[in-house]
């Protein structure tokens, strides 16, 4: 054992080096403990081939907290984006791609209304976004009658939903539980713009967009910015937060799985590392899931019956798989030049393909013909492969954690028919493939410890939003054994790389705050 | 035992004694708890109830809810569970406990018995089942309900140390209270535990099904010179308000029952404080009642003996100056204590011991009603505790 005057962070997650960060700047002593070999969690870079870097399994950035951006000051240690802003290209059979850049239409197959009507609903689409982000930064209301200053945030919500005007309102509240598919049919009438937008709208969940609160998840998502790919691939966003989290003053110690949480009496006190060494702190500060953290780490017998069952019935199946290639050559894809292959692709031709690649996954089984949105960030970042060689790196849906069949006898079934689909839409890219790498949710669990291999650790939902986030109440990073917060995406506001709860679970540590 | 399939077909069943139960029952008067048919009574209230306060009477608890508990981590489970320290429950002893929700408000209240390493048995008016399954995630335990699998007798009252001398357990009279201790009867074990309803010198009676006709004819035949005679749930009812027991469903809510989140009583709420071991660093619903403890109850469960001679049955009760702090949850008039009794449940700061309560009592003779208001003084403990519940050996009369 030694100093006990220290606060430990359990994970090296972008949220689990924003926290400590935070942490260490407000003076206190901090020591990030992570499993693996490199900072960074599920935004890392990794070598796939000897001279292919990938990003593993996040690869574009819509939501990192500008806040966070600009305390740490993540410039000055050296996030650089190699291309903001990208635009969005869907795919379709025909080889006629659908080009949306911002709130415009650039071009496509799509009807005069349509593109006419784009603009408005992505306006008012932000707008509605603009009321979540407002509550990204806000530790969550209590649930609790007893308690008046929980009043306030719970008011300010009400504010913000209230300050939308009359027409805005009325449709926020009427759209905001309703599933994406409903809304895409009033609004537009071309399959293509339907299936693009839906993408957005259950990619990393286990929705589809006939699901209720599909309409939820596509406003969490547009909740950030324009996608943007940092330079040095994902793993430079969390280089970058590392290095602001040393320089702060934060110890980062790699290779140091932590086993178990060291109770003494009804308090954390510590950690015990898989090795058998123990560490002693003041704060334990968690950034592994939800579960990983209270039925793993800490055990479900130290905590209440019907929290510990809370816990356990926490929505968190990850459907998301992710495809990495290395390639010989820059593919070609029908209908698109050169340049268009730098943006963010998505193939769903409509969101019936949508709905359709959903439905196995219903029944624990994987699409026949998967949801992809592809990234190519070689082309944007040519460090990232060797010359004249590149680097694709696609989002897979859906690909359910829980598999009737299990993952291992599936795996390769699954890798080709990512691979036919993604043929037929970039004719001969097969023959460039010269190394594949394939995670399915159950692998993201066991390379990035995260139960149930779901990116935002746990369903993005109503029901798991805010003060219901992980789970009614723990909504305020502080958990029900003195000592031990929650920093993580299972954490408000949840997923993506943003960061935010990595700096609302600092404050509530400096605050003291308990459950 | 029942055909799976056919479960339905009949949802309220005989207990292992109903053979003879029904045979007793002169008046013919049944009521249902959980899933058996008991005696209200069997002859007369009042003489079942004058034979358990000065011979004995047997009670049939056979639909007790009975839970077996087993595993590593069995001790650790209850532990959790309940609101006490279960570790000083040693083996061979029964402790009283309760369990909470996490809102620390209670759900039931019961007895532990703690039969060897590792194995336990909990005992509770309501079905538990449910509850221990959700309470059971983390821990290396198996939970078992054995409600048909084990008949029970309650023998009560100052001869009942003597019916089973008779019977043949010797060194019964050496049993203290809230232990447990097997005797052989006719093949099989007879486990006997010094627990009991009434707040009397008493016993309880655990046996297999196959054995419950034989042990209630034995017992009679060992009792009958001894004043042994059967008794329903009203009798008992009396002697559990006489010794200031409370109960489910009368004097609190069950909190997994309750749509009304302030219908619901934490521990020190029902009097019942000493069962809470915050020394223990986890068990459900510790957080809200340390809460509670530095706010504050909202409520008290007072004992309140009552001026006169009518009993306050569902009264309200009044503070000094006319204001309603509070209603009767049981009364009644208590021939041992010569008194008319009451548990009441008044919020907080009243029922201080030398507060002025009144009870406002509704009462009819004759078809014609008056109202009487009583004062009510508050008792501390029992209204009638003989000492003969706790001395060992127990009173061979």
Known sequence: MT??????????????????????????????????????????????????????????????????QQDLGLAGHGLVFAKASLKTIALNDAGEPLVLDGNQIASGPVSAADRAAYTGFIERMRRFAGVLGRQHGRIPPRLAWNRWRDALPAGLVALDIRRLGREDMREFLRIIAMPIHDVLEESFESPLLKGALAVDAILGTKLGPRSGNSVFAY???????????????????????????????????????????????????????ETGEQIAATSVVSNA????????????RHLEAEFARRVQHLRSIGTAAKLNLALAALPGFRGLEAAQLAERLVIAPDPGYVDEAFNPAKYRDWSREPVLEITIPSLSDPELAPPDKHVLSAIVQYAPYDLATGWDSQRDAF??????????????????????????????????????????????TLDQFMMLRPVPGAAQYAMPVAGLYLCGAGCHPGGGIMGTAGRNAARAVLEGASR | ?????????????????????????????????????????????????????????????????????????????????????????????????????????????????????????????????????TSRLGFDVTIREETEEVAALALQGPTSCRVLKQLGLAGIENLAPFALASFPFEGTD???????????????????????????????????????????????????????FIQAGVDFLPADRAIRTDRTRSPFELDLGRLVDFTKPNFTGRHALLEEQARGSRFRLVRLDVEGNKPARDAYIYD???????????????????????????????????????AEIYYQKELKWSRINARCRVVKGAFYDPPRRRLTPAPDL
Not at chain 1, 289 to 300: E, I, M, Q, S, V
Not at chain 2, 89 to 101: A, Q, S, T
Not at chain 2, 219 to 236: Q, V, Y
Request: hydrophobic letters at 45%; a positive charge; charged letters at 20%.
């Open chain 1, 3 to 68: 100093d006990a005057s220290r606060t430990v962070v359990i994970g090296a997650g972008h949220n689990g080096l924003v926290c400590a960060a935070y942490l260490a700047r407000a003076g206190r002593e901090v020591l990030v403990l992570e499993a693996s070999h490199q900072v960074g969690g599920a935004a890392v870079t990794r070598e796939l081939v000897r001279g292919f870097k990938v990003p593993a399994v996040a690869h574009l950035l819509y939501l990192l907290d500008p806040v966070v």
């Open chain 1, 219 to 273: 406003l969490h998502r547009l909740s950030g910015s324009a996608a943007s790919l940092p330079r040095g691939g994902m793993g430079a966003v969390s280089e970058a937060l590392a290095s602001a989290a040393r320089a702060a003053g934060a110890e980062i110690r790699l290779s140091s799985p932590v086993a178990s949480l060291v109770l003494s009496g009804d308090r954390v006190t510590g950690v015990r590392l």
């Open chain 1, 289 to 300: 899931d939800p579960k990983t953290t209270l039925d793993r780490l800490l055990g479900a």
């Open chain 1, 415 to 460: 890798r080709e028919a990512v691979l036919t689909v993604l043929e037929r839409y970039a004719p001969g890219i097969r023959r460039q493939v010269i190394a594949a790498e394939l995670l399915t949710p159950a692998d993201i669990e066991r390379q990035f410890r995260i139960s149930g291999g779901h990116w935002h650790h746990g369903e993005l």
């Open chain 2, 1 to 133: 035992m029942r055909a799976p399939r056919e479960h339905y077909r009949q949802v309220v069943h005989h207990t292992p004694f109903h053979s003879r139960t029904a045979a007793a029952n002169a008046l013919n008067l049944w009521h249902r708890w959980r899933d058996h048919t008991v005696a209200d009574a069997y002859f007369d209230v009042g003489l079942e109830y004058t034979a358990l306060r000065n011979a004995c009477a047997v009670f049939d608890l056979s639909p007790m809810t009975k839970h077996r508990i087993t595993g590593s981590d069995a001790l650790a489970f209850l532990n959790r569970l309940v609101t006490r320290d279960v570790a000083k429950i040693r083996p061979g002893r029964v402790g009283y406990c309760l369990w909470c929700d996490d809102q620390g408000r209670v759900i039931d209240d019961g007895t532990i018995f703690h039969l060897g390493k590792n194995e336990f048995r909990l005992c509770s008016q309501e079905r538990q089942l449910d509850w221990l399954l």
């Open chain 2, 190 to 244: 007879l486990l006997v535990s010094r627990t009991g309803f009434t707040g009397d010198l008493g016993y309880e009676l655990w046996i297999a099904p196959s054995h419950a006709e034989r042990l209630w004819d034995r017992l009679f035949e060992a009792g009958e010179i001894h004043g042994l005679k059967p008794m329903g749930t009203l009798a008992l009812e009396m002697s559990r308000i006489e010794a200031g």
């Open chain 2, 320 to 358: 000094s100056k006319r204001t309603v702090i509070g209603a009767v949850t049981c009364s009644m008039w208590s021939p041992m204590a010569k008194a008319s009794v009451a548990l009441a449940s008044v919020r907080m700061p009243w029922g201080a011991p030398d507060d002025e309560l009144w």
